[in-house]
Nanobody, 130 residues
Framework: QVQLVESGGGLVQAGGSLRLSCAAS????????MGWFRQAPGKEREFVAA????????YYADSAKGRFTFSRDNAKNTVYLQMNSLKPEDTAVYYC???????????????????????WGQGTQVTVSS
């Protein structure tokens, strides 16, 4: 079983930054792909970013491109989502996700779906005030 624990959420003013962390445990993650998704109140969960554990290749939603950076620390089994230039519309619960497959074997459209994750964290709240 895989456990994912997110941290780093909080309240920030528009234009500010936050770094989310997701610590993974329970398996060897060399063949896993990791992702961040978010869900705002009254809205469906949506894709934010994904990363291939094997080579660090990343995928981003259009809303995240240029502002968010997804990275990994293999030694710590931890991934990070650096979020800059935050906007009120970024307010949501952010969920870490993992899957036992290489996201590089699929196209970016598939990476943006809710289909591929096998495991989910509990989520961390991000609130951006205007």
């Amino acid at each position: 079983q895989v456990q994912l624990v997110e941290s780093g959420g909080g309240l920030v003013q528009a234009g500010g930054s936050l770094r989310l962390s997701c610590a993974a445990s329970g398996r060897t993650f060399s063949d896993y792909s990791m992702g961040w998704f978010r869900q705002a109140p009254g809205k469906e969960r949506e894709f934010v970013a994904a990363i291939s554990w094997s080579d660090g290749n990343t995928y981003y939603a259009d809303s995240a491109k240029g502002r968010f950076t997804f990275s990994r620390d293999n030694a710590k089994n931890t991934v990070y989502l650096q979020m800059n230039s935050l906007k009120p519309e970024d307010t949501a619960v952010y969920y870490c996700a993992a899957a036992d497959m290489d996201i590089n074997e699929y196209d970016s459209d598939y990476a943006a779906t809710l289909t591929w994750p096998d495991y989910w964290g509990q989520g961390t709240q991000v609130t951006v005030s205007s």
